[in-house]
């Protein structure tokens, strides 16, 4: 493939590849947004993420927007003006939720963990006690920036015992149907994700479930307008929405759900965590160190070597017609994020694995010829 005939192949973990039918659907004569078929479509599709949230019954959101502006909302739907709020942060979109906090007059306060380690949940506990009042933690579950998987299970357990009355807020961008999430089973307040990442989506849409407890807070609280989670919620459970949605988005997403629910959610996890580990081995075998200690399967994080550099190797891919993601923030330099995320499978796996030795050559490592496909080969059939 030469480099400009075509847009590059997508192994970063998002946006991601899309299913071939998902596409067509978006072709599909547009809906009107007041019309009994797309209220009927609208229906299935909230039922369909039901499913995949792991909370079937329950109400899910849908926002015309972002992964962001759903947990925007979210977070404005449940948290009561200038309450406290502590964010767990340990990559660049922990810190950004710490960001978002603080321009909204919340009175954020932080538990940093190293980049790509786990989170002390003494120290969480500590923090929680020594702050009595705590409205919310937030928790990142998947942090791309750094490849790693947080134990948000452990920490909804931790704030049970330290802080029993403060909401959990999540955020699975990456995660939802890519990784074990059971929001009702593990203590989960407010739960959001996007359509660009693991239900395989063009970016559009965001998704907000929040519990009955999360819900029962929103009572007083300023509605944001637009994105006014309990409006939504009225709306939407009535089939309609409090403005207009992407209706062909809307058309695209029910056939990317069905696509995941008919694999089953566990044997999807299964499969993502499978690609990934053995990407991870493909990329030692070209020389490159995993980064993450609890790897996401939403993304290989893998450090290069400083007197290789990050641009010299995502440069070498994407003459290879590959976008793969660098690092962000201070690992911009440090690391290359491939990912398996979306429309993939092994076959993928194969080819990503010998991209990235041909271009770790061409980046001036040695590496033995057939070393990652090898390696990503073992690494897969071993965990069959």
């Known amino acids: 493939m030469s480099a400009g005939a075509y847009p590059p192949r997508l192994y970063a973990p998002g946006p991601v590849p899309v299913p071939p039918q998902v596409l067509a659907a978006l072709a599909r004569p547009v809906l009107h947004h007041r019309g009994p ?15 995949v949230f792991c909370v079937p019954g329950d109400d899910v959101v849908v926002v015309t927007g972002s992964g962001s502006a759903a947990f925007e909302a ?10 406290e709020v502590l964010c767990l942060r340990s990559g660049v979109f922990g810190e950004k939720w710490v960001g978002l906090g603080r321009r909204f007059g919340f009175a954020v306060a932080e538990l940093a963990a190293a980049y790509g ?8 506990e500590a923090e929680l006690r020594a702050r009595p009042h705590t ?14 998987l947080h134990d948000v299970r452990a920490v909804a357990d931790a704030v049970r015992r330290s802080a029993p ?14 990784a074990e999430l059971r929001p009702r089973e593990w203590g989960l307040d407010a739960v959001v994700s996007g359509s660009q990442k693991g239900v395989m989506t063009p970016p559009g849409l965001g998704f907000a479930w929040l519990s009955e407890r999360a819900w029962s807070r929103s009572e007083g609280l300023l509605p944001t307008g637009y994105l006014d989670l309990r409006r939504e919620r009225e709306r939407q459970a009535a089939g309609g929405a409090g403005s207009t949605p992407a209706t062909s988005l809307v058309a695209a997403l029910e056939v ?13 996890w299964r499969e993502k965590e499978r690609l990934n580990a053995a990407l991870l081995a493909a990329g030692e075998a070209c020389g490159l160190k995993p980064f993450a200690s609890r790897p996401s399967p939403a993304a290989a994080a893998l450090e290069v070597p400083a007197h290789v550099g990050v641009k010299r190797l995502t440069g ?6 590959l976008h793969v993601g660098g690092g962000q923030g201070e ?13 993939t499978d092994r076959h993928d796996l194969m080819l990503l694995a010998g991209a990235l030795e041909s271009a770790a050559r061409t980046a001036g490592l040695a590496v033995e010829q057939g070393a990652a496909t090898a390696a990503a080969a073992r690494t897969w059939e071993a965990s069959a």
């Open 165 to 178: 009355e403060a909401l959990v807020i999540v955020d699975a961008v990456s995660s939802l149907a890519a």
């Open 331 to 343: 690992l911009a330099d440090r690391i290359i994020r491939p990912s398996l995320l979306g429309w």
């Open 37 to 51: 078929e797309f209220r009927a479509l609208f229906g299935r599709v909230r039922a369909k993420l039901a499913e």
């Open 256 to 268: 990317a759900l069905d696509l995941v629910l008919a694999q089953g959610l566990e044997a999807r």
């Open 316 to 321: 070498a891919l994407r003459e290879m017609g």
């Open 135 to 148: 409205a919310a933690v937030v928790v990142v579950h998947s942090e791309t920036s750094t490849g790693m």
């Open 74 to 83: 979210a977070l404005l739907a449940c948290v009561p003006a200038g309450a």
């Open 117 to 124: 380690t786990e989170y002390d949940l003494e120290r969480l």
